[in-house]
């Protein structure tokens, strides 16, 4: 991540996650979903969702899909 360099608990890295976000659902949706995981990042999130090792580092695995919202439409 360029802001937290390796120090993201999250995969992918917030700013990896943000990105995604907004490509696929736009600015305001995008937005939302990016505020949203900021909030949870590093906090309950870490014992919640499955860990990955990525590079010998064990990190929480939450990647855009596992978030999109229910109305979200899947093409």
């Keep these: 991540s360029p802001i937290d360099g390796k120090n ?8 990896r996650y943000s990105l995604q976000c907004l490509e696929k659902h736009g600015l ?5 979903m990016t505020f949203d995981r900021l ?3 590093g906090r309950d999130e870490l014992r919640l ?4 090792l990525v590079n010998d580092e064990l ?13 979200w439409n899947k093409q």
């Excluded at 305001?28 to 939302?32: A, D, V």
């Excluded at 969702?49 to 990955?52: E, L, Q």
């Excluded at 990190?59 to 109305?71: I, M, V």
């Design 39 to 41: 909030m949870r990042c």
């Design 49 to 52: 969702s499955p860990a990955i």
């Design 59 to 71: 990190l929480c695995y939450d990647p855009l899909e596992n978030n999109d919202f229910w109305w």
């Design 28 to 32: 305001i949706i995008g937005w939302f």
């Design 8 to 15: 993201c608990p999250m995969y992918p890295s917030c700013s």
